[in-house]
């Protein structure tokens, strides 16, 4: 018979063995994961920079050949807008200068400084001095923080405050992916600032923020987890958005009344601008503008400013032509580059809008004579 002692030992020791076991699985799983199942940062991430006011910006003046693949390169100017062209204060003689705002769809995600759809504009109608102001991952507040920071001092004709029907939604929240951002609430009735300055710890390690969840399958991250106290209510209130459904709608409409007053201002034109998106697993199907976001969009129509939603124009298009203005994952080797426009979209958004502005732009050209 095996003394006590001896069998408490032996049964330490297999137990020792099992978590040993047990660990090593685990981190040959995490290995395993990591190599064949993590995801590459965003693109963005090449070519912006961390910014505590607005989370991320454009690096300035920089150059990024081939960023989306042989032929699709990228520049920035002095000022971080997209191309090469450096901006004066004032509008050039015998030019309409349009800015245009907003995200990876404005900035001409996946193709060439010359086939994002600003260039294009400028290049079909040669009266237009197109500033492409449009940053990767950008919700309805960042846009707007971002124009107000480096556009709307400068002279311009007309300005074309650009989105998706995500952007709404973004600027519910205080991150965008494993980012830290800004999100504004209304005090007072006056526009403010959270979550600034913005918290930096995604942007130091990227990979690990967009890999977080690998290591959260690990039982010794739950363990620390449960001592810690956080629990799944806990977490889910993390989870939660920082701004809720109608908090989100009047901050999108005091958005909205700040760039037209500053249009007022000014004496420049403003044209709200939805640009159409797909779902990048059913391709070709248009994502609509609804909800209380369609609501701020036609609240703003009713209260004088120019609201033009591109989505039903190209909803009238067949499947099959819809699809080909839309990158798909294979031509781009970046995470989440499905859905944007390609070069025949670019180029139909150029001619869609080019068509809409006319009357400003013909406008602004007459006043310039």
Avoid at 3 to 22: K, M, N, S, T, V
Avoid at 194 to 215: D, E, I, Q, S, T
Wanted: hydrophobic share 45%; charged share 25%; net charge negative.
């Amino acid at each position: 018979m095996i003394p006590r002692r001896r069998l408490l030992a032996r049964l330490a020791l297999a137990l020792l063995a099992l978590c040993a076991f047990e660990g090593l699985c685990s981190l040959g799983l995490l290995a395993y994961d990591a190599a064949f199942h993590s995801r590459r940062p965003l693109a963005e991430r090449s070519h912006t920079r961390y910014d505590a006011g607005l989370g991320w910006v454009a690096i300035e003046s920089a150059s990024f050949p081939d960023l989306y693949g042989p032929g699709r390169s990228m520049h920035t100017n002095a000022r971080g807008f997209r191309g090469r062209a450096e901006v004066a204060e004032r509008v050039p003689p015998d030019k309409v200068r349009v800015v245009f705002a907003g995200d990876s769809f404005t900035l001409g995600y996946g193709v060439d400084d010359e086939d994002a759809w600003p260039r294009v504009i400028e290049r079909i109608d040669p009266r237009v001095e197109a500033l492409n102001l449009g940053q990767g991952g950008y919700g309805i507040d960042q846009a707007w923080l971002w124009y107000r920071r480096t556009a709307e001092g400068l002279e311009h004709d007309v300005l074309v405050f650009a989105f998706i029907a995500e952007d709404f939604e973004r600027m519910r929240e205080s991150t965008f992916m494993a980012y830290g951002k800004p999100y504004l609430e209304l005090e007072g009735g006056a526009l403010v600032e959270r979550n600034v300055p913005v918290p930096k710890a995604g942007y130091r390690f990227p990979w690990l923020a967009h890999n977080r969840a690998l290591f959260n399958r690990l039982g010794s991250v739950a363990l620390v987890r449960r001592m810690l106290g956080e629990t799944s209510r806990r977490r889910q209130a993390q989870d939660e958005p920082a701004l809720d459904e109608p908090a989100a709608r009047a901050v999108a409409e005091a958005v909205f009344d700040a760039l037209a007053a500053g249009a007022r201002t000014s004496g420049r034109s403003l044209a709200l601008v939805h640009l159409p998106s797909v779902d990048p697993h059913l391709a070709g199907r248009v994502l609509p503008l609804a909800g209380w976001a369609a609501a701020a969009c036609r609240g703003a129509g009713e209260r004088g400013m120019r609201f033009i939603d591109l989505a039903p124009r190209l909803e009238m298009l067949p499947r099959e032509e819809r699809s080909g203005l839309f990158l798909d994952e294979s031509q781009v080797d970046f995470p989440d580059a499905a859905g944007h426009y390609s070069e025949r979209g670019n180029e139909w958004i150029a001619r869609a809008l080019l068509e809409e502005l006319a009357p400003e732009i013909d406008a602004a050209a007459a006043r310039s004579r």
